[in-house]
């Protein structure tokens, strides 16, 4: 007769919760430093890239002032700055370009794409 499979189910929330606590110290102590840092940038990446809708979007934002702290004013400024010099050095046929693939809709409004 075949043994019977452990399944998560088969465990209480404290014995699941132990189970990935434990899991969760294993994986990070067999992990590498550039492992370590491959993970954090993907993780991180997704967290703050990947938001959906006003709270995710405030959440990271959030994230973001606190890791700033009292350079997040300048840290706005200096990405501005940068994304207005950019637009600076495109030529008029490049801006026309430009035109054509954004729609006209008469508002800088993102568009949620799972709505």
Known sequence: MA??????????SSELELLKDTYIG???????????????????????KNTVGNDEELEAWQEMKEFFQ????????DIVGMVNSKKVEYSNSEEEELKNHIPENGDDKKIDMWE
């Open 26 to 48: 294993l994986k990070v102590k067999s992990m590498n430093n550039n492992d370590l840092i491959d993970f954090a940038i993907e993780n991180i990446s997704l967290q703050i």
């Open 3 to 12: 043994k019977k499979e452990i399944n998560y189910t088969d465990l209480s």
């Open 70 to 77: 009292d350079e997040f004013d300048n840290k706005i400024k």
